[in-house]
């Protein structure tokens, strides 16, 4: 294995560019690491790339678990072995500070070559003219084409899927199972997720919770309104619709859960770290459940193999789950290794050595080739994050990857507003009179 150079990127307070989304982690230390990767391409640009022995190296970023983070740089030594001229400086954190740091870069005109791309985030980048278009020289036919369509911005391919995922609840079963009570299932309600907290309060230690406080949980949040009939909260063409008595209805509900105990209090509720081994409240046992994301699981059986288990969300008068693709490779506007850039997507998308490696590290493989190749190789966790999409597919809300200008709204303003209500420091009416107000500078 090749020296590697790898800069762990640290926690940022999270502002700019984040909305609906996964994974988190901390600690503003680097090391750094030169890794390589190559294999064999598909496309046009890939074949190019293989026969030019010109070194390059390929700064490359990504966000997620230790999961994720292994099995990435493997592939990036692979890939390397197979074209020895294409070296990396892989850059990986978790979610927290992730969009800060790459919007910081981006702005100076020095974001990483490869860049992993949240939906939420890809109007933003797109319009500022700060991605290349991927329309030509990377294979996407063996990809559905709405999950291909969901990179492009103006009608131009600006990012490559790289996993289906679903919305879901992600539960510990083993420790449900002791408790005795009745465990979550596919097709439950609102009422019966509540319920479902209080009959595991009852049964808990003092200082363990059944339910995450999801007060400033705009993804949640989100999921609440749409599942009783009243759209997004900020529609996908950029339309304020924060509807006052859904939430208060919710804020309220998250007030009771705090009095009784079923949700941490706000001191602990805010240290939660999505997908860190050591700060998620899940992976620590605080909590029991939490909504997630189906590719984040790998990240979630690498701490408790075997413990966790997916349901569907709650539904209202509707269902409130929708698919998303996982996240993209995207290549910075301002790379001058755009095609070795595209060689590398294109092999990582589409080369079965690539999946043995990945799995489903970012998700269901989009290629319906790879995906075909992998089944029978994959775990019972990696069938889970499938029978998630299966289950959530014929009912899924439509998906809205955030309005161009609004993801520091949707981001930091919900979240910072909601945790005012959280401590007490204001009602749930006067957080909705902030969230108008805050909402003007965006419309």
């Known amino acids: 294995m090749m020296n590697k150079q790898i800069k762990r990127w640290g926690l940022l307070t999270v502002t700019a560019l984040t909305a609906v989304s996964l994974t988190a982690c901390g600690g503003n230390t680097a090391t750094s690491t030169k890794t390589g990767a190559s294999a064999q391409p598909s496309s046009g640009a890939a074949a190019t790339a293989a026969v030019d022995n010109k070194p390059v190296k390929l700064r490359i970023v990504w966000w997620g678990s230790q999961a994720r983070h292994d099995a990435t740089l493997k592939a990036l030594d692979a890939y390397t072995k197979k074209h020895p001229n294409v ?52 294979n996407t036919a063996d990809i559905d084409k709405s999950l291909v369509d969901s990179g492009k911005y103006k ?7 790289l996993g289906n995922n679903a919305t879901g609840m992600l539960f510990n079963k083993n420790a449900v199972d002791k408790l005795g009570i009745t465990p979550p299932a596919n ?16 049964k808990l230690e003092k200082d363990k919770y059944a339910l995450m406080d999801a007060t400033s949980d705009y993804t949640v949040y989100s999921s609440y309104q749409i599942s009783q009939g009243k759209g997004y909260p900020v529609t996908v063409d950029g339309k304020f619709n924060l509807d ?10 998250y007030a009771d ?23 998620d409240l899940m992976n620590n046992d605080t909590v029991l459940i939490k909504r997630s994301f189906a590719a984040l699981l790998p990240g979630y059986e690498g701490v408790k193999p075997g413990a966790y ?45 690539a999946a043995d490696i990945l799995t489903t590290t970012r998700g269901v493989p989009v290629s319906k080739k790879v995906l075909e190749y992998l089944t029978p190789k994959l775990t019972p966790a990696d069938k889970q994050q499938i029978e998630l999409i299966k289950n959530v597919a014929p009912d899924a809300q439509p998906f809205n990857p955030g309005a161009k200008g609004w993801s520091n709204y949707t981001a930091k303003d919900f979240k910072d507003i909601g945790e005012k209500v ?15 107000k805050k909402a003007k500078d965006y419309q």
Do not use: H
């Open 187 to 202: 097709g439950w309600t609102w009422d019966q997720y509540f319920q479902f907290g209080r009959d595991a309060k009852a």
């Open 257 to 279: 859960l705090r009095k009784e105990g079923v949700v941490p209090p706000p001191d602990i509720a805010t240290t939660d770290k999505e997908s860190d081994a050591k700060m």
């Open 155 to 161: 009608d131009k391919l600006y990012a490559i899927p």
């Open 244 to 253: 006052k008595d859904t939430y208060l209805t919710y804020a309220k509900k």
């Open 87 to 138: 070296t990396f400086e892989p850059e990986f954190s978790g979610f927290d500070g992730y969009a800060d740091k790459l919007a910081t870069q981006a702005a100076a005109k020095n974001a990483p070559d490869v860049i992993q791309m949240d939906p939420a985030w890809l109007a933003e980048y797109s319009g500022r003219n700060q991605l290349v278009d991927l329309s030509k020289g990377i």
């Open 422 to 436: 959280m401590f007490g420091k204001i009602t749930p009416e006067a957080a909705y009179d902030e969230l108008v």
């Open 309 to 353: 288990k997916f349901v569907t969300q709650p539904k209202g008068a509707q269902a409130s789950g929708f698919l998303k693709p996982s996240m993209f490779w995207s290549i910075s506007a301002d790379s001058k290794n755009i095609e070795a850039s595209k060689a590398f997507i294109d092999w990582f998308v589409n080369d079965t050595e």
